[in-house]
């Protein structure tokens, strides 16, 4: 991995570990945020388009929309999660369940290719599972109020739908370039779909044009994220980018004001340190894959 993919593959750490923090900050329902999301998301496709002028199939077009619903899907289950469990402790689920399984995708469409680079990524993967153990451990007497039945069964929801908008990608050979305009797209049919069909809601309000800044963040980490994973595998560009849970977990306690005890906080550290090992063996899968 040259310094300049690792320097792209970083780009998302930062962008993703923000949107919770930063969305929450701003307030909103789940589909209030992710449509801001989106209509930011739109603006900065739109600026891409006219600088890049990427040439669209069918096929190509309506796959990437495709991947803005499942997008979708996933952006409202995890906003919907952070209000049943809060940032610092529903995104280590996310963000460790969304590494597990665009990982083993990236394994299913060719990463990981050699006998090394597997052993190095599944005990990643095992440190990994451990590690969001420990970051989500919850403390009785500052977790009364959670609602963690449907907090965890939200946030498989979520971790599904931002598995297959990337994997889908990932198994049709479309980069980024020439993804994000159509896929932009789709976030918007998907989330306005959601808002009418399930939640009988006009997600086009003023809580959504505020949370549009939270959309370019997503935007400048989505297109990172695309265009590192074409260079060093879904199997790595993914799980690197899901460091971003540190960011959010901080960025939870410290600027959404949300509640940690002693306790919760060493689990939280020996986690993060886990996840962390775990993010260097993922990086030592790729420096074996293919070798």
């Known amino acids: ?64 929309m495709l991947s803005g619903v499942f997008w979708a899907i996933g952006s409202v ?10 940032v610092a402790k529903s995104m280590p689920i996310s963000n460790g369940g969304q590494i597990i399984g665009t990982s083993l995708v990236g394994v299913f469409l060719g990463d990981w290719a050699t006998s090394q680079s597997k052993i190095y990524g599944f005990i990643a993967l095992a440190l990994i599972i451990v590690g969001i153990v420990f970051t989500s451990y919850r403390d009785k007497n500052h ?88 260079k060093i595998g879904l199997a790595v560009a993914y799980p690197m980018s899901q460091a971003a849970v540190i960011i959010s977990v901080f960025g939870g306690v410290f600027i959404n004001k949300e509640k940690k005890g002693k306790k919760e906080w060493i689990y939280t550290g020996i986690g993060m340190g886990i996840i962390l090992v775990g993010l260097f063996l993922i990086y030592l899968s790729s420096v074996y894959d293919k070798s």
């Open 143 to 230: 977790a009364q109020h959670l609602q963690w039945g449907k907090g965890l069964i939200i946030n498989l929801v979520s971790v599904l739908g931002f598995t297959c908008y990337i994997g889908v990608l990932k198994y049709m050979h479309i980069d980024g370039w020439t993804s994000i305009l159509p896929q932009s797209l789709g976030q918007i049919a998907g989330i306005f779909l959601m808002a009418m069909l399930l939640f009988h809601t006009q997600p086009f309000n003023k809580p959504s044009l505020k949370n549009g800044i939270v959309g370019i963040i997503w935007a400048v980490g989505n297109l990172a994220l695309l265009l590192s994973q074409a």
């Open 77 to 86: 289950g995890q906003f919907m999660g952070i209000q049943y469990l809060g």
């Open 1 to 64: 991995m040259d310094i300049g993919s690792f320097l792209i593959a970083c780009i998302p750490i930062l962008s993703f570990g923000l949107i919770p923090v930063v969305a929450t900050y701003l307030g909103g329902k789940p589909v209030e945020q992710s449509m801001g999301i989106s209509l930011g998301s739109l603006l900065f496709a739109l600026v891409v388009f006219f600088i890049k002028q990427p040439d669209f199939t069918t096929t190509i077009f309506l796959i990437s």
